[in-house]
């Protein structure tokens, strides 16, 4: 499968927990994105990067939140003391510059 | 920051009739408008896009229009069928940088 990848599919885990995910895009792709997605809503930007530099993090992300790429390929998104508003599916793109965005098909997390 | 809405929310069709789905945006340097279909539990997919330097395009049963001016582009569906039932989402881009996505329209195509 050369479509971007994300792991876990699916976490469930308590209130107060660190959880990590991780994105693998489309090969050679140089930009990644990171979206929340809630039930019946459209998906919420929270960052995006260029290569390995984190070009822009959304206002509405916590400082609970944090992501890196270090090496310009896969991504990891990491949610520190999750709240159960943290639930919701996360999900990641890739692309080319200039060019359409992929999805993956995301991880969905549960928090109780 | 940009602001994009889309209308209807829900829009229920006849197998074979036309499906139009409305979206607006407020800024003014957004340039890429995509939009995707997802279905149930599943990823979105693209299935066709516009940039501003075009008014339309068209993809066998699918086209979008784009009117810079006013700051609406939609989607038209033509001869829908049973598949085409999904929640359809349109976005705003400037540059690539990030998209900005409307809040979904859920399409039902009774047979």
């Known amino acids: 499968d050369t479509g971007v990848s994300q792991n876990p599919r699916h976490k469930i885990t308590k209130r107060g927990q660190n959880v990590t995910f991780r994105c693998d895009p489309i090969?050679?792709?140089?930009?990644l994105y990171w979206y929340r997605q809630t039930l019946g809503q459209g998906p919420e930007f929270l960052t995006y990067?260029?290569?390995?530099?984190?070009?822009?993090k959304s206002r509405l992300l916590s400082d609970r939140f944090s992501a890196e790429r270090p090496k310009g390929s896969f991504s990891t998104l990491e949610i520190q003391r999750t709240e159960q508003g943290d639930s919701a599916m996360y999900l990641c793109?890739?692309?080319?510059?200039?060019?359409?965005?992929?999805f993956g098909q995301g991880t969905r997390l549960t928090v109780v | 920051g940009e602001n994009v809405e889309q209308h209807p929310s829900t829009l229920s069709v006849q197998e074979g009739d036309s499906a139009v789905i409305k979206c607006t945006y407020s800024?003014?340097?957004?340039?890429?408008f995509p939009w995707y279909k997802q279905e149930l539990g599943k990823r979105p997919q693209l299935i066709i896009d516009?940039?501003?330097?075009?008014g339309e395009k068209k993809d066998q049963r699918i086209a979008v229009t784009l009117n810079k001016t006013a700051k609406h582009f939609s989607l038209h569906i033509t001869e829908t069928q049973p598949e085409d039932s999904a929640v359809y989402f349109c976005?705003?881009?400037?540059?690539?940088?990030?998209?900005?996505f409307g809040s979904g329209t859920k399409l039902n195509v009774k047979p």
């Open positions: 793109a890739s692309s080319l510059e200039n060019t359409e965005a992929f």
């Open positions: 090969s050679e792709h140089n930009r």
């Open positions: 990067f260029q290569n390995e530099a984190q070009l822009e």
């Open positions: 800024d003014s340097a957004s340039n890429y």
């Open positions: 516009i940039r501003s330097n075009v």
């Open positions: 976005a705003a881009s400037s540059n690539f940088n990030k998209f900005y």
